[in-house]
Structures are given as structure tokens and as C-alpha cells.
């Protein structure tokens, strides 16, 4: 990822109902963060004519009823939210950490990765193989350690329902970058864990896709029947802000879980916290260790 960022704010319509906005041409803790400052601002608003607000990776985009207000003047709104927010890295942000468990290198992910080497970038090696490569680690088991060590952020929420975007908390130049494939693959399971971009995701729901796949995460991140605990307020799991450490887990583990899942007794490991993007950026190593001692209850 380039090191640079493009600072100038873009702003494009979208039909008559759609305002598009573009922070930086390059994915940042800082351009996700101002996003987020700003669409919370508009939200406190309450402004008539809002319909909904969608935050992105370092974009956001509003909706608005154009009968109500008009493109153009939601612009201007937008320009002055921005301009007032000189303090925005100062801002609390309370935000939810949450354990989520990965068998890494599982079969049924294994499987499908193999259907589709002729799809990819380097078909003689695994995804985590690849990946490892082109971003100088030894192993791919290095790269699983790195994974393991530094918590994600979750910047977005969508694509298909519940399909969470998350950035990991390191300084830019050791962030994992990866492209996606060359083809797209048919078929992607239910819980597979990816990476493309800079960010981690895993696919709520079986269908195609394109990240590199790592894994498989034990527990749901989607519950449309709402049967488990964590889902009684709504289906989709995690929302943006939230911290996710995705940790490695062994085969014995991951069948536990499942048979939690299935019994209806499995609950999300969480701690809540608060911070400000002042924390984060000033030195994201050690706000991720911050985060990872306040997840674990300081034992680790």
C-alpha cells in the first residue's frame, strides 16, 4: 500500500437520491476514522431528508429523499460537518472487543481453494502459501502468527449481509496486503476466513468470492433465525469499530464450538473499551497489546 494519501475530499452524486463521498484514495486508519466521525456527526444532526447513512473503508455514502434535501445541500452540510472537525482524532469512540476463533488450514476451505487454482495468481501454492511469500514472511505459519498476534478493526460492515471488513492495527508499512484472485471462484463456504486488500473478512454465507482463503471461523457471524444469544438484537454480529482478535484455534476446538453452535450454548467471548484515534495511530502496536490484555482479562 502506498504510503501516501490523497487528503482532497471527493464528492459525487449518484442519481438523484445518492451523494458519494471519497476521504483518501488509499485505505488509512486516519481516513476511516474522519468517515467515522463525520456520518456520526450527520447522524446527531437527525436532519429530515437523511434516509440512510452508509460508512465505507475511507468513503461514506448518504441516501437521501430529494424532495426533502437536495443533493447539493447535503454537500454543503457535508463540507462544513468536515471543516469543523479539527479535533476528530480526539474523539471517544466505545467499542466492543471480541474473541473469534479460526482453524486455520482447515479441510472444507482446503477443498474449495484447491477447485480453483486455475483461477488464481500462483496455482502451485495454497492462499496462505502465497500470501506468506509476497509479503516476506518465512512461512506461512508466520503468517498465521502475525494474524494471531494483532487485532483487526472493523472498518465496515456489508457486501452481503454481515460480512464484516476489518483493518489490522499495525503501522502501515508491516500491514498485510494481498490482491484478490484473478478469476473470481464460484464457490466460497459459509465461514470461510479471506483476506484481500488489507483486510480480513470472513463470508457469512456460502456463495462466490475472490479474497485468498486462510480458514474457517467456528462460530456464525450471521444468524437470520436469531437462535443464538448474541444475535436476539439483530441477525448480523459485528458492526463497524468493533476490535476482533482472530485467533488460532486447533481441530478439537473448533468441534467444541460446533457442537456449542448447534446446542444453542455458544456466546462470543467480548470486553467493551473505549479510545480515541489518537490512541490508535500514535502507535497501533502497542494500542493492539492495550487490546489484547483488556480482551483476555490481563492474563495473557
Known sequence: MSAETKTQTR?????????????????????????????NKLAEQNREGIIDICPGNASYMIRVDPEVLHPNELISVLKEIEASLTDYEETTIHSRLVDVPILFEDPWTYEALMKFRDNHQDPDSTDLEYSARINDFESKEELIQNINDFPFLVSMVGFVPGLPFSFQLTSQE???????????????????????????????????????????AAAPILDVEQKLEDFKESMVYFRQSDILRYRSISMD????????????????????????????????????????????????
Open 11 to 39: 464528492y459525487e452524486y449518484g442519481g438523484d437520491e445518492f451523494v458519494f463521498v471519497e476521504l483518501s484514495e488509499s485505505m488509512t486508519l486516519e481516513a476511516m476514522f474522519k468517515g467515522m466521525a463525520i456520518t
Open 174 to 216: 508491516k500491514q498485510i496486503e494481498v490482491p484478490k484472485y484473478v478469476r473470481p471462484r464460484t464457490f466460497t463456504p459459509e465461514r470461510a476466513f479471506g483476506f484481500g486488500g488489507a483486510f480480513a473478512v470472513i463470508y457469512p454465507v456460502q456463495g462466490a468470492g475472490g479474497y485468498q482463503l486462510y480458514g474457517t
Open 253 to 300: 476446538e473448533y468441534e467444541r464450538i460446533r457442537k456449542e453452535v448447534e446446542e444453542g450454548r455458544f456466546r462470543y467471548r467480548t470486553r467493551e473499551m473505549s479510545f480515541t484515534p489518537k490512541d490508535v495511530m500514535k502507535n497501533p502496536e502497542e494500542f493492539a497489546s492495550k487490546v489484547m490484555r483488556r480482551l483476555y482479562d490481563d492474563q495473557r
